[in-house]
């Protein structure tokens, strides 16, 4: 049974992205397309931000970009040499908090300790850690669409069909792939025969894709599936926590036979 997730695909210390992985086991095949690209924000402000630990009680990665925005102000400024001798142990006497296991590999391998990372997902973290400290925050990246999302959608469903299932993994990545998943998958419901005129047409296209869609979007975790909600769209999986063992094995309690 092929499934599609709306992420950039990422091979881990095994040489394979865990989701298809993990997907796999279940006998699933996963195929992953990128919705997102990524533009750097504000690293001059975070750079010196990073440079006086002695100013904030920790540290929150909420994503592996906020970890990628770290090694862009060490190596673009020089710094990682006094990263390695001084920063990285100030600022590892702090808390460093993380979302998520993949966030907190990376953030272990440029030398920071983590908690938090199994929480769950963002909204218990938060809660987790405004139960300890004020926050502050800088945004170091913002998410644009990727360049190719739509000839790569295009290519998949002319080559794959529509597929039982369709994993989102943020509301960004949902608002810049939704229309053309639309317009895909609405193909693959001609031959049903809704009540005719031109009134009818467009209410006809909407409830007939959605009855189609019945068990098909999942979602990486509440916020995406309240995006989804939002939508009027129905969310036929959220995953437990943030990781693909989880996701994999929400999908397939929502395929299975009269599942509900």
Not at 28 to 51: D, G, N, R
Not at 132 to 142: A, H
Not at 179 to 190: N, R
């Amino acid at each position: 049974m092929k499934v599609l997730l709306l992420k950039d695909p990422k091979e881990d210390d095994r040489g394979q992205d865990p989701y298809i992985r993990e997907l796999g086991l279940y006998g699933f095949e996963a195929t992953l397309i990128p919705v997102l690209s990524f533009e750097f924000l504000s690293l001059p402000s975070f750079s010196e931000k990073l440079s006086h630990p002695e100013g904030y009680g920790g540290l929150i990665f909420t994503s592996p970009r906020a970890v990628e925005a770290v090694e862009l102000c060490l190596e673009k400024d020089n710094k990682t040499e006094v990263w390695e001798k001084s920063l990285r142990e100030k600022w590892n006497a702090k808390s460093v908090y993380v979302v998520g296991n993949a966030t907190a590999s990376l953030v272990n391998k440029i030398g920071l300790d983590t908690e938090g990372e199994n929480c769950g997902n963002a909204e218990k973290l938060a809660e987790y850690i405004c139960s300890r400290i004020p926050m502050e925050s800088i945004t170091v990246y913002q998410k644009i669409p990727h360049p190719g999302i739509q000839a790569n959608l295009n290519s998949y469903y002319s080559q794959q069909g529509v597929p039982a299932s369709i994993t989102f993994f943020s509301p960004s990545g949902l608002t810049h792939s939704l229309k053309h998943i639309q317009e895909l998958s609405g193909d693959s419901i001609d031959q049903i025969k809704p009540p005719q005129g031109p009134e009818h047409k467009a209410e006809n296209c909407r409830q007939l894709w959605l009855l189609r869609s019945a068990k098909r979007f999942a979602a990486i975790g509440p916020t995406t599936a309240r995006a989804l909600a939002a939508q009027g769209l129905p969310v036929s999986c959220t995953a437990e926590s943030p990781t693909p063992r989880a996701l994999a094995a929400g999908i397939r309690t929502a395929l299975q036979p009269h599942s509900c």
